[in-house]
């Protein structure tokens, strides 16, 4: 009888702990979710500076460049090894995305800048291709070159980059650039809209050139 | 003997559970591994069967990122679109709210038109009388105030009961 009671009584007090817990785990758990509720009911649109930081880890850097072919606007294949013995800026981007029609101009000044230096851009563009049906496939590639007409490139653009976006670290931010030196080498990444003067300090890296 | 010691294993055992922070509530930073756009509710309507019938589909975009509205102010930004795949429940028509003009400061000039936050898209359906479960889509492309995203299309499901 006095051991019922003894185990009755723990049987109460493990239940009144219990309760109490549960009580200010749930208490917490609500003041989180209402915090969480007023920063996305603030949540504003803060546009980027030419001074803001960019991202700029990436694993690849100090790595080989991995190598790929891919075809141009115009169907030429390209490959990167083609390209030892310059320092060559990859540079992700696609048509719609709003960051790298701003960084285009930048790109094509620079390229102009330094490819006497033995400077080379390639554009690869993320744009999605049909390529099961060519209808859709041949529209696709000339939405492609139409973009790149409306941004005045002139340096080559490459498509299908998502088939080489895992090498390059599983790209999915635009616009991505590796910089690889003339031995075919990343020295530097930028991911995300940088600066004109961040970009070219990357290209002065690549030529070796960089502080 | 036994009973109580099991109690009191219980007990270190869910007061442990129990003080353990929640994870599920942790704000992530916005990537592309998590969809920008989430599909708040309703998560079931009733309305007329056979007749056009409006109704507010609400989204949350994730904080600091934004999408093109769907109208944006260049073709070859791609639009905040909805789409019905299914043959019951029919889309009549959509109407989208207005996007809001966001600039980045190193170009004001060049105006984008985009939602933020939260937004509501009025969906004009009619339905086949009968319990359905739709499967619409959200298509949609976003970005951060220095890069954007792939576009992504994410479910958008509820249930009809059309009388």
């Given at each position: 009888?006095?051991?019922n009671i003894?185990?009755?009584?723990?049987?109460?007090?493990?239940?009144?702990?219990?309760?109490?817990?549960?009580?200010?785990?749930?208490?917490?758990?609500?003041?989180?979710?209402?915090h969480?509720?007023?920063?996305?009911n603030?949540?504003?649109?803060?546009?980027?500076?030419?001074?803001?930081?960019?991202?700029?880890?990436?694993?690849?850097?100090?790595?080989?460049?991995p190598?790929?072919?891919?075809?141009?606007?115009?169907?030429?294949?390209?490959?990167?090894?083609?390209?030892r013995?310059?320092?060559?800026?990859?540079?992700?981007?696609?048509?719609?995305?709003?960051?790298?029609?701003?960084?285009?101009?930048?790109?094509?000044?620079?390229?102009?800048?330094?490819?006497?230096?033995?400077?080379?851009?390639?554009a690869?563009?993320?744009?999605?291709l049909?390529?099961d049906?060519?209808?859709?496939?041949?529209?696709?590639?000339a939405?492609?070159?139409?973009?790149?007409q409306?941004?005045?490139?002139?340096?080559?653009?490459?498509?299908?980059?998502d088939?080489i976006?895992?090498a390059?670290?599983?790209?999915?931010?635009?616009?991505?650039?590796?910089f690889?030196?003339?031995?075919?080498?990343?020295?530097?990444?930028?991911?995300?809209?940088?600066?004109k003067?961040?970009?070219?300090?990357?290209?002065?890296?690549?030529?070796?050139?960089?502080? | 003997?036994?009973?109580?010691?099991?109690?009191v294993?219980?007990?270190?055992t869910?007061?442990?559970?129990a003080?353990?922070?929640?994870?599920?509530?942790?704000?992530?930073?916005?990537?592309?591994?998590?969809?920008?756009?989430?599909?708040?509710?309703p998560?079931?309507?009733?309305?007329?069967?056979?007749?056009?019938?409006?109704?507010?589909?609400h989204f949350?975009?994730?904080?600091?990122?934004?999408?093109?509205?769907?109208?944006?102010r260049?073709?070859?930004?791609?639009?905040?679109?909805?789409?019905f795949?299914?043959?019951?429940?029919?889309?009549k028509?959509?109407?989208?709210?207005?996007?809001?003009?966001?600039?980045?400061?190193?170009?004001?000039?060049?105006?984008?038109?985009?939602?933020?936050?939260?937004?509501?898209?009025?969906?004009?359906?009619?339905?086949?009388?009968?319990?359905h479960?739709?499967?619409?889509?959200?298509?949609?492309?976003?970005?951060?105030?220095?890069a954007?995203?792939?576009?992504?299309?994410i479910?958008?499901?509820?249930?009809?009961?059309?009388?």
């Amino acid at each position: 009888m006095k051991r019922n009671i003894v185990v009755l009584a723990i049987v109460v007090a493990v239940l009144v702990v219990l309760s109490a817990a549960g009580w200010a785990n749930w208490q917490n758990r609500k003041a989180q979710a209402a915090h969480i509720l007023a920063q996305q009911n603030d949540a504003v649109l803060v546009p980027a500076s030419a001074s803001a930081p960019a991202h700029f880890s990436s694993p690849l850097v100090g790595k080989p460049a991995p190598n790929f072919t891919l075809s141009d606007i115009s169907g030429k294949k390209v490959s990167l090894a083609s390209y030892r013995g310059k320092a060559v800026q990859l540079n992700f981007w696609a048509t719609w995305c709003a960051p790298c029609k701003i960084e285009t101009p930048w790109l094509i000044e620079l390229e102009k800048q330094y490819a006497p230096k033995g400077f080379e851009i390639l554009a690869v563009s993320f744009d999605d291709l049909d390529k099961d049906d060519p209808k859709l496939l041949a529209k696709d590639k000339a939405e492609i070159v139409h973009g790149a007409q409306l941004l005045h490139i002139g340096y080559p653009v490459l498509i299908d980059g998502d088939s080489i976006g895992k090498a390059y670290g599983d790209v999915d931010v635009f616009p991505t650039s590796f910089f690889i030196d003339r031995k075919g080498n990343i020295v530097a990444a930028s991911m995300g809209l940088t600066s004109k003067d961040e970009l070219e300090g990357n290209i002065q890296k690549a030529l070796g050139e960089g502080k | 003997m036994r009973l109580p010691a099991i109690l009191v294993l219980a007990f270190a055992t869910t007061l442990s559970l129990a003080q353990t922070p929640s994870t599920s509530l942790v704000p992530k930073s916005p990537s592309t591994k998590a969809p920008a756009v989430t599909y708040l509710f309703p998560e079931q309507v009733t309305i007329a069967a056979g007749k056009p019938t409006g109704v507010d589909l609400h989204f949350r975009i994730a904080p600091g990122l934004h999408i093109n509205s769907h109208s944006p102010r260049e073709a070859e930004l791609i639009p905040t679109t909805l789409k019905f795949d299914d043959s019951a429940v029919t889309l009549k028509g959509a109407t989208f709210p207005p996007g809001t003009d966001i600039a980045f400061a190193i170009d004001p000039s060049d105006k984008l038109s985009v939602y933020t936050g939260d937004f509501i898209i009025r969906a004009e359906m009619v339905a086949t009388p009968g319990e359905h479960l739709v499967q619409a889509t959200l298509h949609y492309q976003a970005c951060d105030n220095s890069a954007c995203m792939p576009p992504h299309t994410i479910p958008v499901v509820f249930d009809v009961i059309a009388r």
